[in-house]
């Protein structure tokens, strides 16, 4: 089993910044994808980016410019740095982890609100 521990979520002004943060712990194979989901009430989970194991990355063109996905050097914590945050982007956010099968983690709110 691996578990993913979200953090960083909160409520930020538009154009502003956040940084979430997910630990992943268990059994973490050495060859693996983490990334972020996010999703909006009323709307489908959607995908804001993934980076595998070695350092390749996958955005939605809608955060493009403005996230940043990056993970450690033991690869175990992904993060992702929020900018120019628009009210769009406002969701609950989910760490994701591919370590032989998909895991997820609780989720971490983010309000983009004036």
């Known amino acids: 089993q691996v578990q993913l521990v979200e953090s960083g979520g909160g409520t930020v002004q538009p154009g502003g910044s956040l940084r979430l943060s997910c630990a992943a712990s268990?059994?973490?194979?050495?060859?693996?994808?983490m990334g972020w989901y996010r999703q909006a009430p009323g709307k489908e989970r959607e995908l804001v980016a993934t980076?595998?194991?070695?350092?390749?990355?996958n955005y939605a063109d809608s955060v493009k410019g403005r996230f940043t996905i990056s993970r450690d050097n033991t690869k175990t914590t992904v993060y992702l740095q929020m900018n120019s945050l628009k009210a769009d982007d406002a969701a609950v956010y989910y760490c994701?982890?591919?370590?032989?099968?998909?895991?997820w983690g609780k989720g971490t709110l983010v309000t983009v609100s004036s």
């Open positions: 268990g059994s973490i194979f050495r060859l693996n994808t």
């Open positions: 994701y982890g591919r370590f032989g099968m998909d895991y």
């Open positions: 980076m595998t194991s070695i350092g390749s990355t």
